[in-house]
């Protein structure tokens, strides 16, 4: 796919088939926007709106729906001796997803909005599941040991500041004029000599 894409909107399956090569969906932008031109619609009773409907977000290999009341699409991904990569650009299912592949890459890149089958287990299983808890406690631990040492430098580093401070005195002589009251005919006289 590159930097292109392959998308149904409005219902319909995709079907890539590679008999000896490999299906890639690409290195284009998940943030991608194709929309077209804004359409003004005025209802039975006057009332006038700007319809978006249509604009799409992203790349790679998927089925979107772009109305609520439109059957959703499948993708069908295979290559019988190859790899499947979602890559960067991702795969999307609204439907169904399907991959039949020696290898499948890019899982993390993968979203289906029905059953997915030929995707790796672990993005969607109870061990992936249990990854993020693990992960996310051992994130929390290495969290709380830099919060305890951020405040023990912190501490030591107001200790020293205010040790520091401790001796710093400050005189202001003055900042070069007298100041005078509006009704202080002597010392605006004063000020106009200088």
Avoid: Y
Avoid at 5 to 22: K, M
Avoid at 41 to 66: C, E, H, M, Y
Avoid at 134 to 159: G, P, R, Y
């Amino acid at each position: 796919m590159n930097q292109s894409r392959i998308f149904t909107l409005d219902g319909g399956n995709i079907v890539i088939w590679s008999s000896t090569g490999n299906i890639d969906a690409g290195r284009g932008a998940k943030t991608a926007i194709s929309a077209p031109p804004p359409v003004l619609v005025v209802d039975p009773d006057g009332t006038v709106t700007i319809d978006f409907a249509g604009a799409v977000v992203g790349s790679g290999i998927r089925t979107i729906l772009t109305e609520p009341d439109v059957v959703p699409g499948n993708v069908d991904l295979i290559a019988p001796v190859g790899i499947v990569n979602a890559s960067d650009a991702g795969i999307g299912s609204a439907g169904n997803l399907n991959i039949a592949a020696q290898t499948v890459l890019g899982a993390n890149n993968i979203n289906v909005g029905g059953t997915a089958t030929g995707v790796p287990s672990p993005t969607n299983s109870l061990a992936a599941g249990l990854t993020g808890v693990s992960n996310s406690a051992t994130n929390a631990s290495k969290d709380a040991i830099a919060d305890v040492s951020n405040a023990a430098s912190t501490e030591k580093a107001t200790q020293v500041a205010d040790s520091e401070l401790a001796w710093l005195d400050v005189f202001v002589t003055g900042l070069g004029e007298e100041n005078c009251k509006p009704d202080d005919v002597n010392c605006l006289a004063r000020q106009k000599k200088n």
